[in-house]
């Protein structure tokens, strides 16, 4: 019985790719590159150099403690707020993930074109371009997708939240 449950939850990556993937969506709520959907298609997003960032970061921080020294690490207290308000979020919040890394860590062969998700409802096709901005909301109010999912695919925009792509049982690469 939990077996079966626990499938549902799987969706399969095949085709056209050089890794055949598993997706497991419960496990993303523990990922650091989870969006907070509540907020995610209303505020204005800049797009981000992540390695840039890290640099840009270090090299102000390395300047901070040169000019005014070591700071002082935060305390317990802090931190199990900070832990506390984390964790409410997570039981509470409604979150998704960019299928972008998911396409690009499977590999396309080079001759690959279109995305196909398959769903209960039929096929929907993308193209890599498209399918690359795509969000894969996976918690409504801090609950896994359990009726109509394990994932909704939401376009980048944010026009389809109310009436989403569901059902996904499989990506295909073509």
Known sequence: MMEGLLMEFIIQFKGNVKFKLTLDPTVWIFDDRKLDLEKYFTEKRIERDELEEYKRGMGEHWSREIMEGATVP??????????????????????????????????????AETVVFETAHGE????????????????????????????HILLPDGSNVDNPITDVTAIRVE
């Not at 409410?88 to 409604?94: P, R």
């Not at 371009?129 to 394990?150: C, I, M, N, T, Y």
């Open 74 to 111: 935060p305390t317990l207290n802090s931190e199990k707020t900070y832990k506390k308000q984390e964790k409410k979020e997570m039981l509470t919040g409604t979150f998704g993930i960019l299928f972008r890394p998911f396409l690009e860590n499977a590999e396309p062969y080079d001759n």
């Open 124 to 151: 929907f096709s993308f193209s890599f371009e498209e399918a690359k901005e795509l969000v894969f909301k996976f918690s409504d109010k801090g609950q896994p997708l359990r009726e109509d999912g394990p994932v």
